[in-house]
């Protein structure tokens, strides 16, 4: 339905409605996704861009703005003929909850329909024990709502849970006692948070929800196909093609962690395995990396706090997993077609930057003969997205175009 655009190009794009009524509903959401994109447009813009009547549009643009989805901004004038007025997303129109459950902190954020941060709190935590998660869920959450004014408390439209896979299993690799993790399987996180909100929730792989916020407010906005890696505890991948989030059947797709880096050293059962991408380009090395050298929890680092020790150590670590990065771009491209590899982290901006450009120094080191090399793209949102795109879910879920995308997961 979108015409196609690179980074750069902000000429307003065109998308094509129906007068017929029983596309009404298509024609409100492709309206608000309009208006999602870019932020405020007139109805003679709207009619323009979708195709409809300029009748037609003033019917939607009415039936929206009495259901409190619009609002109006102030008359434009200074052109020719009568003064236009632009209309836009209306942040208290609707909301939705978001709750990012990491393996070294908690965020819950309140998100209004525009996509704007109401509310939002964070906890961090050196072990993410399922008993305790659970009681800073329990106790943030409803405070959260409470604090919303009345009238957006019965605005809710649901909840959008952001979280790893697979939490139980992990505890060598991010050098934790044997079974601290393993509080996590007898817990129904969907029903939980189902209960606390009052409200259909959603669960997301957290790398696919950092992945629709930077598809819906980051460079992704401009990108019809790209690969996206976030480089996080783990590392983690997410896909969109014709600008649709993919999940896949068993909603593993994009699952590069997985990825091999290399052959096995031996072909027998027992012969020794390639390192695969998540060992070599997760956060958990640079930590074991800190943490040998005799520096504490690195996790500070990843907010900002920057001190020059811990910030040579992570340039060590990271010109070997751009090494791996690069080998996985190189993969990515003889598998799929794309525009761009977006690579996020949680990290401070300028380290993922760092990351960026040293992949781009290894991606030579690959034989790339007969392979499109997709451009490389540092993400414009950083460590806050998979919460972002947690707390997007639910508004994504009921307004989105591709009603039938697969999106959620579980």
């Given amino acids: 339905m979108k015409a196609q655009s690179s980074i750069g190009d902000h000429r307003l ?13 298509y024609n409100e959401r492709l309206v608000i996704s309009l208006l999602r994109r870019h932020s405020w447009l007139t109805k003679a813009e709207l009619a323009r861009l979708t195709g409809l009547s300029a009748q037609t549009m003033t019917v939607i643009v009415k039936r929206l703005m009495e259901n409190d989805l619009l609002v109006q901004g102030d008359k434009q004038r200074g052109r020719v003929g009568q003064p236009s007025t632009p209309f836009g997303l209306n942040p208290r129109g609707a909301v939705s909850i978001g709750i990012k459950i990491g393996r070294r902190s908690l965020d819950i954020m309140v998100m209004g ?13 050196a072990i993410p024990e399922a008993a305790s998660t659970l009681a800073l869920i329990r106790t943030g959450l409803p405070e959260l709502i409470a604090a919303l004014p009345s009238g957006l408390q ?30 996590w399987a007898d817990i129904d996180i969907v029903a939980e948070i189902e209960m606390l909100v009052q409200a259909p929730t959603y669960l997301l792989h957290d790398v696919s929800a950092a992945c629709l916020a930077e598809l819906c407010f980051g460079v992704g906005k401009d990108i019809q196909n790209f690969f996206y890696i976030y480089v996080g505890s783990f590392v983690g991948g997410g896909l969109v093609l014709s600008n649709k989030l993919q999940t896949g059947a068993h909603g593993s797709a994009a699952s590069i962690g997985s990825l091999p880096t290399g052959l096995s050293m031996d072909s027998g059962a027992t012969g020794d395995k390639a390192a695969q991408l998540i060992e070599r380009a997760s956060l958990t090395g640079f930590e074991a990396m800190a943490r040998a050298a005799g520096h504490d929890d690195p996790h500070a680092f990843y907010y900002g706090e920057q001190d020059t020790s811990t910030r040579a150590l992570f340039s060590q670590w990271a010109v070997d997993a751009a090494d791996s990065l690069a080998f996985a771009v190189t993969v990515t491209a003889a598998v799929l077609d794309l525009d761009a590899v977006v690579i996020a982290g949680g990290l401070p901006h300028d380290r993922v930057a760092e990351l960026v450009a040293l992949t781009h120094e290894r991606l030579p080191r690959y034989n790339t003969k007969g392979l499109h090399l997709p451009q490389i793209h540092q993400a414009a949102i950083g460590i806050d997205a998979r919460a972002l795109g947690g ?10 175009l591709e009603r039938n995308a697969l999106l959620i997961e579980g």
């Avoid at 794009?13 to 509903?25: D, E, I, L, M």
């Avoid at 019965?154 to 934790?176: Q, S, V």
């Fill in 154 to 183: 019965t605005r809710i439209l649901g909840a959008g849970i952001a979280m790893p896979r697979t939490m139980a299993g992990w505890e060598d690799e991010m050098n934790l006692p044997a079974g601290a993790l393993a509080g």
């Fill in 391 to 400: 707390a997007f879910a639910p508004i994504y879920t009921h307004f989105s």
């Fill in 13 to 25: 794009q065109s998308s094509h409605g129906g007068n017929q009524v029983t596309v009404g509903q």
């Fill in 113 to 125: 329909f525009d996509g704007s941060v109401i509310e939002r709190r964070t906890d961090r935590f």
